[in-house]
């Protein structure tokens, strides 16, 4: 029987205490090897070269180099490792900045520890992480012009599991569809909505809960 490599992950935050924190608990998991720590987005992104993370957290307000420009950066530089946000603001500007970066989840600091594992085991599982304050801002002050034609069920359907971040493959099977037709729904949806980007889609999915955080 093959035994699953840990998830290896890298945390970074300017402030110790933090780390320490996080470390501690998340190594009580026996899926996750805490591989390192940075105190800032530069320094995480050095780091990151050489330790290899599956996914990065890391905090949004940092000194040198802060958690969306680094973020910017490590989805250029380092494309394949997944980005989770740890921060404690609700502001809707900073959520909707990081999505558009590239970020794949946004967590505040007040949730449980639970809800961070779920949190890291999702997105590294390749869907998309935001806990209920983060998707609250976001539905509260969601951008009506957004709202512009009513979709399907079935193109909801396709959106649900787009913005899940599961391929046209993996959604075709899922809901027993071709893969071409997938690809007509999910270019249906971009031109109702006006949207043509992954992280617009997933912002709107969240806005109208159509995903659950």
């Known amino acids: 029987m093959t035994v699953q490599a840990a998830l290896r992950v890298l945390l970074v935050d300017d402030h110790m205490l933090v780390l320490d924190g ?24 050095e780091v990151s070269k050489t330790l290899s993370p599956d996914l990065v957290l890391m905090d949004v307000s940092m000194p040198i ?15 394949d490792v997944k980005i989770l946000m740890l921060s404690m603001h609700y502001e809707k500007e900073y ?20 809800e961070l594992v779920q949190a890291i085991n999702t997105v590294h599982q390749g869907g998309t ?9 976001l539905f509260a002050q ?4 957004e709202k512009t034609e009513e979709l399907t069920k079935r193109e ?14 993996e959604i075709a099977l899922k809901l027993d569809i071709s893969v ?13 909505l006006n949207i043509h980007t992954a992280a617009g889609l997933v912002k709107y999915a969240i806005a109208n809960q159509l995903i659950k955080p």
């Open 180 to 192: 071409r037709t997938v690809e007509t729904h999910r270019q249906n949806i971009k031109n109702k």
């Open 156 to 169: 909801i359907a396709v959106l649900s599991e787009v913005a899940m971040g599961l391929s046209n493959k």
């Open 65 to 79: 180099l802060n958690g969306l420009e680094a973020t910017k950066r490590f989805k250029i530089e380092q494309p």
């Open 22 to 45: 996080l470390k501690a608990r998340l190594e009580l998991e026996d899926n996750i090897e805490i591989i390192g720590t940075a105190s800032n987005g530069l320094e995480a992104l």
């Open 129 to 137: 992480y935001f806990s209920s304050g983060a998707s609250d801002a």
């Open 95 to 114: 959520i909707l900045s990081l999505i558009q970066s590239g970020a794949n989840g946004y967590v505040l600091k007040d949730v449980s520890s639970e």
């Open 142 to 145: 969601v951008n009506q012009e």
